[in-house]
């Protein structure tokens, strides 16, 4: 059974670059829309449109049939969902809890066997495409948890992206989302280093950019991230230090399951050293920088 936007209320928790778009297409589709996150300034301009104000997850779940969570880190994922004052402890049965951060597969198998324990319903259901696929309601989104709890929810996901997979069961969400984060790392470097050679052999990389994105090299970074490092913009999309925590858990992952990640591990300590220079807010593709020395 597919939930209507007329009569189920939507609790969203975490209105950064990303959840703030996100959000703002689920109250667009008319759902009432409930809102928290730990810097109140940030839910101001959705609360204008509409929006109802919580004060804690808490309150936000007492208020919420289905609830999605978009924060930074897998401490506060946990924090969330399984401290004293976390949804799981105050949901009423029957509600549905989706966690969109990428965090640790191991936490989200842990919070569906907490929320089935308290007859809720718990998805993991990480997304990629960054600031552009957020405004524009195009994500990725890599699910996992139970058949019957996607599917309820599929026309929330809906609003918010429109590649979107059940990818099995808890926690494969988040496994999908530790290989798109494998992949992306390793093409950082070889993006950044092919266009800090045009730049520095004297070629324009505009031009360059035009031979070689649609062809053999193209990827999404070097289409949308690549412009963005030849006119000098760094704003985040997708911050250093999320990406940092991103392949943190995915070596980690990787190294349980006795799986070797040299690529990755390089490109770990290449955004190391690059959030040591003080690059840690800026967007990933501030890795430019660090090849041309600006």
């Not at 975490?14 to 300034?41: C, D, F, N, Q, W």
């Not at 109802?52 to 994922?77: E, F, H, K, N």
């Not at 809906?158 to 989302?177: C, D, F, W, Y």
């Not at 070097?222 to 230090?241: A, C, Q, W, Y």
Request: charge should be negative.
């Amino acid at each position: 059974m597919q939930l209507s936007s007329e009569n189920t209320a939507v609790g969203f928790i975490g209105l950064g670059v990303m959840g703030k778009s996100m959000a703002s297409h689920i109250r667009e589709a008319g759902y009432p829309l409930h809102v928290y996150t730990r810097t109140a300034s940030k839910a101001e301009e959705l609360v204008k449109q509409g929006a109802v104000w919580q004060d804690s997850p808490g309150s936000l779940a007492a208020a919420s049939r289905v609830i999605i969570t978009m924060v930074g880190y897998p401490q506060d994922v946990e924090e969330i969902y399984l401290g004293k004052d976390g949804l799981i402890e105050h949901a009423a049965p029957g509600t549905y809890l989706i966690d969109m951060t990428t965090s640790s597969p191991q936490l989200a198998e842990r919070i569906h066997e907490a929320a089935a324990a308290k007859g809720l319903h718990a998805l993991d259901a990480p997304v990629s495409g960054g600031d552009i696929g957020a405004r524009n309601g195009t994500l990725s989104i890599m699910a996992g948890g139970r058949g019957e709890d996607f599917n309820a929810v599929l026309p929330i996901l809906e609003r918010m992206g429109s590649n979107i997979v059940l990818q099995g069961p808890a926690g494969a969400g988040q496994h999908t989302k530790m290989c798109n984060q494998i992949a992306i790392a390793s093409n950082m470097l070889g993006v950044c280093e092919a266009l800090a050679y045009a730049k520095i052999s004297g070629l324009d990389p505009a031009a360059v950019l035009k031979s070689i994105g649609s062809g053999a090299a193209g990827s999404w970074s070097l289409s949308n991230l690549g412009p963005r490092m030849i006119t000098g913009d760094f704003e985040p999309g997708f911050f250093v230090k999320h990406f940092i925590k991103d392949m943190g858990i995915a070596l980690q992952s990787a190294k349980e399951m006795k799986l070797d990640t040299p690529g990755l591990a390089l490109a770990h300590s290449i955004y190391e050293r690059l959030s040591a220079l003080g690059y840690e807010d800026k967007g990933t593709q501030v890795l430019y920088n660090y090849y041309i020395k600006e």
